[in-house]
């Protein structure tokens, strides 16, 4: 029967730096080691695999010595292997308490690669398990691909868990582990198991391989499974693991089991592990994905503004987000209404239609347009100066190899005109110093640049524009500017002289807080 509440393992850490290209340094695996089990609060998390390499030791220990000071270390996780001492040994000399033993679920793995009978290995793992519960651990057993073995040879499986049920070992974890299960598979699978096996508890460990990780874990929770593991950005090898993310909300919102993660930690820590990691999680990923709570529709947003009929029991503020709308040829007034909301702006209906009217125009060349990008559009479409404090009049920027790059600027500053040069680390820290000389002088304060972002349409050529966006973080208010331009560095350069116009804009006033660009009547 469905359990009340569901166990979440989190093996980012160990399967999910099986990702091509995912090695994560020591500081970087206790940190999230760290925020998994006391800032996002999930259950169980698996950390390493035992032997791997001289700097995952290092981690492991940090890991388990932090736990262990916090009453965590028996929720901390080392994979270990079916060789009596040597994996035992690894995981005592780090401090851990807790191994999980990899064992063959598939009689083929077995005799084929292993090239032993299932009593032979039954024999190695019954000694591992023993010599493990006299250095005092505690023990759950993998069944690596149980999920084919299962398929080809039930009686291979059921010998196998007979055999373990027998031994001190807490779960029983059937892995997916080339993810080939459909939902219905599973359900039959896992039902069968838990009816037959009834005194166990078995975590269910799928892969994504056809795109069914989050359903099979569904299917698996239905049919009595009591944890199921998962990576933070669906992490792991080929297609990767099941989402953390999606599967604490779907068990939440349709099942109506108990989960222990906090939702609104997750896209925090989603984040850590995108920078860590180096691998971008898609903008439409559900719950992490940066546009998931935005509207692109016109007929959405004047839904949402008249009832909130667009929106669901997935509202960002459940994730400590926002909802957002966006601009683009599928706007409609409405979404234009909520942005300039956002940015306190009014503009009488005449001029909302001549700027709505211009943004239809600019997505229809496939720019991406933000809400940072609204103020010049505004300014442009109006042919107001209001938003032109700052007017980047001529740039020179000079680079070599292995040498400083220069730049020289003249700018208008409001009336004045002004020139400065500097020299920095490459093109574009070259002219910000120069602007800085400009500008710091009369206390202007340059936002932090948390992000930096180069890219140019799919199928371009070297003479292509590119389009650059960087973030900001002015004091805690995040926000994004783009630039474009055929040469990169200047794509930069524009992204930031938008910044700089926001943030003056901001600082100045321009007009009036409620109606900075009212026209005349």
């Given at each position: 029967m469905m359990r009340d509440h569901i166990i979440l393992m989190d093996t980012t850490l160990r399967d999910g730096e099986q990702t091509q290209g995912v090695s994560f340094a020591p500081d970087e695996k206790v940190s999230i080691a760290r925020a998994l089990l006391q800032t996002l609060k999930v259950d169980r998390i698996e950390v390493a695999s035992a032997g791997v390499s001289h700097g995952e030791k290092e981690a492991v220990t940090r890991i388990h010595d932090w736990a262990s000071s916090n009453d965590f270390l028996e929720r901390v996780e080392v994979l270990g292997f079916t060789d009596h001492t040597r994996s035992v040994d690894w995981l005592v000399s780090t401090g851990g308490k807790v191994l999980n033993l990899l064992t063959k679920g598939s009689e083929k793995h077995c005799t084929e690669q292993l090239r032993k009978t299932l009593d032979q290995h039954l024999e190695d793992i019954d000694r591992t398990v023993n010599y493990a519960l006299d250095q005092g651990l505690l023990l759950n057993v993998y069944l690596e691909d149980w999920s084919n073995g299962y398929r080809d040879s039930r009686d291979y499986v059921y010998k196998m868990v007979e055999a373990l049920s027998k031994m001190s070992v807490r779960h029983i974890m059937?892995?997916?582990?080339?993810?080939?299960?459909?939902?219905?598979?599973?359900?039959?699978?896992?039902?069968?198991?838990?009816?037959?096996?009834?005194?166990?508890?078995?975590?269910?460990?799928?892969?994504?391989?056809?795109?069914?990780?989050?359903?099979?874990?569904?299917?698996?929770?239905?049919?009595?499974?009591?944890?199921?593991?998962?990576?933070?950005?669906?992490?792991?090898?080929?297609?990767?693991?099941?989402?953390?993310?999606?599967?604490?909300?779907?068990?939440?919102?349709?099942?109506?089991?108990?989960?222990?993660?906090?939702?609104?930690?997750?896209?925090?820590?989603?984040?850590?592990?995108?920078?860590?990691?180096?691998?971008?999680?898609?903008?439409?990923?559900?719950?992490?994905?940066?546009?998931?709570?935005?509207?692109?529709?016109?007929?959405?947003?004047?839904?949402?503004?008249?009832?909130?009929?667009?929106?669901?029991?997935?509202?960002?503020?459940?994730?400590?987000?926002?909802?957002?709308?966006?601009?683009?040829?599928?706007?409609?007034?409405?979404?234009?209404?909520?942005?300039?909301?956002?940015?306190?702006?009014?503009?009488?209906?005449?001029?909302?239609?001549?700027?709505?009217?211009?943004?239809?125009?600019?997505a229809d060349t496939k720019a991406t347009i933000t809400r940072e990008d609204l103020p010049f559009i505004i300014a442009d479409t109006l042919e107001s100066g209001d938003y032109q404090h700052v007017e980047l009049l001529n740039c020179s920027i000079t680079s070599g190899y292995e040498i400083e790059s220069t730049a020289s600027v003249r700018v208008r500053v409001g009336e004045m005109i002004h020139k400065a040069s500097d020299s920095g680390n490459g093109g574009f820290d070259a002219f910000i110093k120069a602007i800085g000389r400009i500008l710091e002088p009369d206390g202007f304060e340059f936002p932090e640049l948390t992000d930096f972002e180069i890219r140019i349409p799919k199928g371009g050529h070297t003479s292509a524009l590119t389009e650059c966006f960087i973030s900001w973080d002015d004091n805690g208010r995040r926000f994004k500017t783009r630039g474009v331009h055929a040469n990169q560095v200047f794509a930069g350069v524009n992204a930031a002289m938008r910044m700089l116009n926001v943030k003056m804009r901001d600082q100045d006033g321009a007009a009036s807080e409620s109606q900075p660009l009212q026209q005349p009547e």
């Open positions: 059937l892995p997916d582990t080339l993810g080939v299960m459909s939902p219905s598979e599973v359900s039959v699978a896992l039902s069968d198991m838990c009816s037959r096996f009834d005194e166990s508890d078995f975590d269910f460990h799928p892969h994504n391989d056809y795109g069914l990780a989050t359903a099979n874990a569904m299917a698996a929770v239905e049919s009595g499974a009591a944890a199921i593991h998962a990576t933070l950005n669906c992490l792991g090898e080929r297609a990767g693991n099941v989402s953390l993310a999606e599967v604490s909300v779907v068990l939440r919102d349709k099942l109506n089991v108990k989960v222990s993660v906090d939702e609104t930690k997750i896209h925090d820590l989603s984040e850590m592990v995108e920078n860590f990691s180096g691998k971008r999680v898609a903008a439409n990923a559900p719950i992490i994905g940066t546009d998931v709570f935005t509207q692109t529709s016109g007929i959405h947003a004047d839904g949402d503004q008249k009832g909130r009929l667009y929106q669901t029991d997935l509202s960002p503020d459940r994730f400590d987000r926002q909802h957002s709308y966006a601009l683009g040829k599928m706007s409609g007034k409405a979404s234009l209404m909520r942005n300039l909301e956002e940015l306190g702006i009014e503009l009488s209906e005449e001029n909302q239609a001549k700027v709505l009217k211009r943004i239809i125009e600019i």
